[in-house]
């Protein structure tokens, strides 16, 4: 390998193909409108282990510049492996198995979908910041943590821009002699500069207590992924909380989705078909083009896109499940599997999560509320969402961390279910 190739590169006003062959290292050619800027050294990723808080990286799908702040230990219940032994590691505690054909959960703590069981194995993912630099060139949403207010605001979301989950494997981490190696209005809250350490930045106390305050709603448990036909689903649910309306309680969740085009050829997302299940006795469909007002495409140079959306019920548990109509560029059409999941609630602490307390409502929504409260119902709604707005700025409040709340509205997400 060449000296060259031993730097981890950064690019200035470049075009996202230069961006991708860069900093994945696949090339270092230079094109006549990219400006090369040397911001580290690579080091080799860890086989073994957790990396450390402070650890600088760059994404291996997305490209982007971030840093360590914490692990998370998720269950992954990966559906392409084959089922493990009965020896194999086992969930702790049990649940119910919902026969909707969406999948459940059984008492033995695995998976079940469709009459095929998926052991689940722990996994180490790691909450980052991102430089902010990098957020325009990368096909995930940047404000895709988000938080909901206080009981007295309880149709208010908050989003933190640039915090994201990143599994193991996608950690290329890379050192640098940079002071403030990262842009991100949290990075010197959250992280102290003492170059006598490895990895140099440590974790101030400011950062212990926002993740002990809001661990809760950032907590990583569950991951559930599957492939169809080249094409890589994987979902992430995380529950946001419990708001109380005058008819009813409402149950928060937002889920994480990534598509990743494993294949040569390239794949567009068309449509989007949901199926989800309230213990309440409720069963919605929800149809629509696209996700977050985009049909995005999936080729060999980008291939993978990943958003963020919120799911609501009127019960403190349910399912999902569902498809994406994919298009392939020879003109072939297909289902591609959402694998099931569980929503699953926990105990409120109606403490503040650590944001300000005004913002533009989001209005609770309707997937539950219309239908009847005994026995399963159905029903089917299209949706045609917008695309979401520009993230907040975050701010600080008794130093701890908040943001200002975004701008979404009921149609900003995926489903809105």
Known sequence: MSPLMSKVLSLHQFRPVAFNLVVRLFSVSVHHNTRLAEVGKLELPKAQGKYETGQLFLHRV????????????????????????????????????????????????????????????????????????????????TEAVTFLGNQESSRSLYAIP????????DILPYSSGEHHPLQHELFDKFLAHQPDKDPPFVAQETLRAWQKKNHPWLELSDVHKETTEGIRVTVIPFYMGCRETPAASVYWWRYCIRLENLGELSVQLRER?????????????VRGRGVVGQEPVLSSRLPAFQYS?????????????????????D??????????????????????????ETGTPLAASTSTSDAAA?????????????????????????????????????GDGDDNA
């Open 62 to 141: 997305f490209g982007y510049r971030g840093v360590i702040l914490f692990p998370w230990l998720a269950r992954v219940y990966d559906r392409d492996l084959p089922n493990q032994t009965k020896g194999g590691n086992q969930l702790e505690g049990g649940g119910t198995n919902v026969a909707t054909g969406g999948g459940g959960t059984t008492a033995n703590g695995s998976q079940a979908t469709q009459g095929k069981e998926v052991q689940k194995k722990t996994h180490t993912f790691y909450q980052v910041l991102i430089d902010q630099r990098d957020c325009p060139y990368i096909r995930a949403q």
């Open 162 to 169: 640039g915090l994201d989950y990143v599994a193991h494997e």
């Open 273 to 285: 078909h949901w199926r989800i299940f309230s213990l309440s006795g409720t069963l919605e469909t």
């Open 309 to 329: 959306s919120h799911v609501s019920l009127q019960a403190p548990s349910g399912h999902m499940w569902g498809t994406f109509r994919m298009e392939r560029e």
């Open 331 to 356: 003109g072939h059409m297909f289902d591609c599997r959402i694998p099931p999941f569980s929503l699953e609630s926990k105990p409120d602490d109606n403490s503040s999560t650590g944001v300000e």
């Open 374 to 410: 005994s026995g399963v119902t159905s029903s089917t709604k299209n949706t045609n969402e917008s695309t979401t707005s520009k993230p907040p700025t975050t701010t600080t409040t008794n130093n701890a961390p908040s943001s200002q709340p975004n701008t979404k509205k009921p």
